[in-house]
């Protein structure tokens, strides 16, 4: 009988606690950075850098860095629903949501959403466009732990370590999209200053540590998984 070579993702604990400390310093390396040229030593001296750095930008690094960290989280859940048949429509929904959020990542779909509003010139939301997306996302988020509610439920009651460190790694990371976002759109609306940049900074620094912290609570759910089955 011919033999079948198979490919397989596999890790340990230890892999997950290494990958998801050197996405951390990666994270805070290009925090450093963004506030290094925009806060300590701002100025046209560092030419095209400062935009490169730019973690406020479209197309800049640490732009590029949080579309592939999302898009990896998505591939990770594709890769674990394929094996795991008891929550595999969970996992693709959810995978489905992080790729879609890379691409808006990289296409700057929520910011175009932003600027049509702003086109339009409602009175009603006139200086509170961004809020449209923001409400938008949030609904649909909603919507998506509607219809998953009893996967969830599930591995919250038989893998609760897991799912603690996949929540908190969600809550870090709405709250710097959302949260810590308004909170920056108010300091733009004051001055464009110090406070301003390290808002935006730490807005940043949130949504990539959050993806972080639940790729490591996911990757940590998979060898679970995998052990029970």
């Known amino acids: 009988m011919k033999r079948i070579e198979r490919f397989r993702f596999s890790y340990s604990a230890s892999d997950a606690k290494n990958l998801v400390a050197i996405l951390l310093g990666v994270e805070l390396l290009l925090v450093f950075a963004y506030i290094l040229t925009h806060i300590i030593a701002p100025g046209p001296s560092l030419g095209p850098l400062r935009n490169f750095l730019d973690v406020d930008r479209e197309v800049s690094i ?19 629903a394929i094996r795991c048949k008891q929550l595999s429509g969970f996992f693709v929904l959810v995978a489905l949501g992080f790729i879609f959020l890379s691409m808006d990542e990289a ?3 929520h ?14 939301i006139e200086g509170h ?18 219809i998953g509610h009893r996967p969830v439920i599930f591995v919250w009651r038989n893998f ?13 990371f ?3 999209g959302i949260g810590t976002e308004v909170f920056t759109h108010y300091l733009y609306g004051i001055a464009v200053d110090a406070k301003f ?10 949504e990539m540590a959050g993806v972080s912290i639940m790729l490591y609570g996911f990757m940590l759910l998979g060898i679970r998984l995998e052990s029970d089955t």
């Not at 910011?111 to 009603?124: E, G, N, T």
């Not at 609760?160 to 870090?172: H, K, V």
């Open 174 to 176: 709405a709250g710097g």
């Open 197 to 206: 940049f390290l808002a935006v900074a730490a807005e940043e620094f949130f």
């Open 62 to 80: 640490p732009t590029w860095f949080s579309s592939v960290q999302l898009f990896a989280l998505g591939v990770v859940l594709l890769l674990q």
């Open 107 to 109: 296409a700057a779909i």
């Open 111 to 124: 910011d175009s959403i932003y600027r049509s509003v702003q086109r339009l010139k409602l009175p009603w």
């Open 129 to 146: 466009e961004y809020l449209v997306w923001m409400v938008a996302y949030v609904c649909v988020g909603a919507i998506g732990l509607l």
């Open 160 to 172: 609760r370590q897991e799912a603690l460190w996949i929540a908190a790694g969600g809550m870090i």
